[in-house]
T-cell receptor, first 110, second 115 residues
Framework: QKEVEQNSGPLSVPEGAIASLNCTYS??????FFWYRQYSGKSPELIMS????GDKEDGRFTAQLNKASQYVSLLIRDSQPSDSATYLC??????????FGSGTRLLVRP | NAGVTQTPKFQVLKTGQSMTLQCAQD?????MYWYRQDPGMGLRLIYY???????DKGEVPNGYNVSRLNKREFSLRLESAAPSQTSVYFC??????????????FGSGTRLTVV
């Protein structure tokens, strides 16, 4: 059973701080990784994808991938109360399907 | 573009009743998926359709059936609803004809309660 693990949280950070969200995965052959944001009562929305080792930046978001250690992380700089949501890590399997972690709830305190 | 449209948004069923959840996408995507989301358990794949005319079981298919009616539509049927099927159901679609795969586009979800 391929697995994706996330700390359920909540992760609480003050406004303006860096939030760091982590994810580990079991399938060493995985090649594509995604972060989705889900507000309460809403559907997941894609915020970042990453395919190569290293960092990928998009505005206040940075995704980091380390395939040797089988972990993916998401950094949110200058966190805002509007970033408060559940963040889902997802890993593409050998076909075109995503395996999701259970999500980390982020709370940004004003 | 409407993207992925799910109906209904909310539904309450009695144990043993049947119903069909509808999903349609207007992005000409090949693949479509049904997931359920339960507290603390993330999104779990029920069934998927890699292309028109094909369907396959996911992680939690028991108690469900699906139909890929055409390229746009993928429905999920509960033949005899059980309280354990109380959940939020998400439909998603993706394009998988080569190049960089950009993951799913999700519908807005159906919140189902079985009493």
């Amino acid at each position: 059973q391929k697995e994706v693990e996330q700390n359920s949280g909540p992760l609480s950070v003050p406004e303006g701080a860096i939030a760091s969200l982590n994810c580990t995965y079991s399938d060493r052959g995985s090649q594509s990784f995604f972060w989705y944001r889900q507000y309460s009562g809403k559907s997941p929305e894609l915020i970042m994808s990453i395919y190569s080792n290293g960092d990928k930046e998009d505005g206040r978001f940075t995704a980091q991938l380390n395939k040797a250690s089988q972990y993916v992380s998401l950094l949110i700089r200058d966190s805002q109360p509007s970033d408060s949501a559940t963040y889902l890590c997802a890993v593409k399997d050998s076909s075109y399907k995503l395996i999701f972690g259970s999500g980390t709830r982020l709370l940004v305190r004003p | 573009n409407a993207g992925v449209t799910q109906t209904p948004k909310f539904q309450v069923l009695k144990t043993g009743q049947s119903m069909t959840l509808q999903c349609a996408q207007d992005m000409n995507h090949n693949s479509m998926y049904w997931y359920r989301q339960d507290p603390g358990m993330g999104l779990r794949l029920i069934y998927y359709s890699a292309s028109e005319g094909t369907t396959d079981k996911g992680e939690v298919p028991n108690g469900y059936n699906v139909s890929r009616l055409n390229k746009r539509e993928f429905s999920l049927r509960l033949e005899s609803a059980a309280p354990s099927q109380t959940s939020v159901y998400f439909c998603a679609s993706s394009e998988n004809t080569g190049g960089v795969w950009e993951g799913y586009t999700f519908g807005s979800g159906t919140r189902l309660t079985v009493v």
